[in-house]
């Protein structure tokens, strides 16, 4: 089937047969998402927290976050009590449901110690064992996401993460969210500052008098926010460089369009770059999505985000058999990934990169947004191709175990000795030899 232009008019249409239509509007994916001048002005950023500490936050949170005085950065256990008190009853109910099934999810993600043992009494083992201190940037201002916190706190608590901090920017009166609030004390986390921006990452990952160092910082934020991790890898780890949302739906003709219009409305309401895709071997059900699309659309107060972002970076992709789905998405390697078609199951076999799969019409990317239990911080704009979804694991490291006996010195020592000779690295050869060659 070929489809010239879109049927309706927010997701235009590709099909299958043009496969240079396709490849075009796929190539204009850019993982370099981050804007040079975003970039220049950031690294300025890091270099006057990394040289000038609290008196280069301090001057930044003035002009950005409201903050007018150091003392102001960490939210009083009495002001923080106050503002989950503001969170009403229904909510941390909710939100304690969330925080459950994350947990039951995220005890079987752990890494456990492991060890292997030779016949002649030689021991080699993995010890895992968790990362001292983490902050979590939860964004702020006008918006609330008290579902980060759960998504990246508990997963860490479980790692066993010693200390956890919550980086989040105040709103204009200076203060924060009061159902973030709500969230920290619920999980025990009362180290909660009104720092955002490049700023905030960067005292995190140096260290301040007021902000405490970190080993490792996690959570979705701007352009700037993530500038600013890409800056500070290296001196702490990060989770990802995270882009803008995306979502891609595989669907036939036995799904509801209306729900598939929904999903897809789901994501593009996140940011005018955010990415949205229907794979489907029906052209009458593209339509049908497309013309929910228009619906529903008039009822969006983002609805002036959602039509950029559908109409700039969004597509409907018809193919002459829903197996050729698995190709699509292998290339756009998306953050959200729904089948809904007769046997998602089937589908799904061929599907290498994917952030979080959600299978079934019943199984919409929000319910994963807030409570199913995998974490909702996913590889954006194409990583999934190469990173994974947060998770315990993230908090963890592993070191080597290695107890050699004299046995397998012996067996093995002579095969070592070559190698290293042959990198011309003589000193490694003799540690080796003087054992071989003089046993005490």
């Known amino acids: 089937m070929k489809l010239s232009k879109g049927v309706g008019p927010m997701?235009?249409?590709?099909?299958?047969?043009?496969?240079?239509?396709?490849?075009?509007?796929?190539?204009?994916?850019?993982?370099?998402?981050?804007?040079?001048?975003?970039?220049?002005?950031?690294?300025?950023?890091?270099?006057?927290?990394?040289?000038?500490?609290?008196?280069?936050?301090?001057?930044?949170?003035?002009?950005?976050?409201?903050?007018?005085?150091?003392?102001?950065?960490?939210?009083?256990?009495?002001?923080?009590?106050?503002?989950?008190?503001?969170?009403?009853?229904?909510?941390?109910e909710a939100i304690g449901?969330?925080?459950?099934?994350i947990k039951r999810f995220h005890i079987n993600m752990a890494d456990r110690d492991f060890s292997i043992f030779t016949d002649n009494g030689s021991?080699?083992?993995?010890?895992?064992?968790?990362?001292?201190?983490?902050?979590?940037?939860?964004?702020?201002?006008?918006?609330?996401?008290?579902s980060t916190v759960v998504m990246?706190?508990?997963?860490?608590?479980?790692a066993g993460v010693r200390e956890i901090i919550i980086l989040t920017p105040p709103s204009d009166n200076g203060s924060i969210n009061p159902y973030v609030a709500a969230t920290a004390k619920l999980l025990g986390i009362d180290k909660v500052f009104r720092i955002g921006g490049a700023q905030g990452i960067a005292a995190a990952a140096f260290g301040t008098a007021a902000i405490p160092k970190v080993d490792k910082i996690v959570g979705p934020g701007n352009t700037y926010v993530a500038a600013a991790k890409r800056?500070?890898?290296?001196?702490?780890?990060?989770?990802?460089?995270?882009?803008?949302?995306?979502?891609?739906?595989?669907?036939?003709?036995?799904a509801n369009p209306g729900w598939v219009a929904a999903d897809l409305l789901s994501q593009a309401e996140h940011d005018e770059m955010a990415r949205c895709f229907l794979i489907t071997d029906s052209g009458s059900f593209a339509a049908r999505v497309n013309t929910e699309i228009e619906r529903q659309?008039?009822?969006?107060?983002?609805?002036?985000?959602?039509?950029?972002?559908?109409e700039n970076n969004s597509a409907v992709i018809v193919t002459d058999a829903i197996e050729q789905a698995a190709d699509i998405i292998n290339?756009?390697?998306?953050?959200?990934?729904?089948?809904?078609?007769?046997?998602?199951?089937?589908?799904?076999?061929?599907?290498?990169?994917?952030?979080?799969?959600?299978?079934?019409?019943?199984?919409?990317?929000?319910?994963?947004?807030?409570?199913?239990?995998?974490?909702?911080?996913?590889?954006?704009?194409?990583?999934?191709?190469?990173?994974?979804?947060?998770?315990?694991?993230?908090?963890?490291?592993?070191?080597?175990?290695?107890?050699?006996?004299?046995?397998?010195l012996a067996a093995y020592g002579p095969a070592a000795i070559k190698i290293a000779e042959a990198e011309g690295l003589e000193a490694h050869a003799n540690a080796l030899k003087v054992r071989l060659q003089n046993d005490r």
């Open 11 to 92: 997701l235009r249409v590709l099909s299958w047969d043009d496969k240079s239509s396709i490849e075009g509007f796929l190539g204009q994916k850019n993982n370099g998402f981050i804007p040079e001048e975003v970039t220049e002005t950031v690294k300025k950023i890091v270099r006057d927290v990394r040289d000038r500490g609290d008196s280069a936050v301090l001057e930044y949170s003035r002009r950005f976050d409201n903050v007018n005085d150091i003392k102001d950065f960490r939210i009083s256990s009495r002001a923080l009590e106050k503002l989950a008190g503001e969170a009403e009853a229904g909510f941390i």
């Open 97 to 101: 449901k969330s925080v459950d099934n």
């Open 123 to 146: 021991v080699l083992g993995s010890r895992v064992t968790p990362i001292d201190k983490a902050a979590i940037y939860v964004p702020g201002g006008k918006a609330s996401y008290p």
């Open 152 to 158: 990246c706190a508990v997963p860490a608590m479980i």
């Open 231 to 254: 800056e500070v890898y290296g001196f702490v780890d990060i989770d990802m460089i995270a882009g803008p949302s995306e979502i891609a739906v595989v669907a036939d003709s036995s």
């Open 297 to 310: 659309l008039g009822q969006m107060k983002r609805k002036g985000i959602i039509s950029r972002a559908l």
């Open 331 to 408: 290339r756009i390697a998306p953050e959200h990934l729904e089948i809904i078609t007769e046997n998602p199951f089937g589908v799904l076999k061929d599907i290498r990169n994917a952030g979080a799969i959600f299978l079934g019409a019943y199984s919409t990317e929000p319910i994963g947004d807030y409570i199913a239990g995998p974490s909702h911080v996913l590889p954006t704009y194409g990583t999934a191709a190469f990173f994974s979804p947060l998770s315990t694991r993230d908090f963890q490291k592993r070191s080597s175990l290695i107890y050699y006996s004299k046995e397998d």
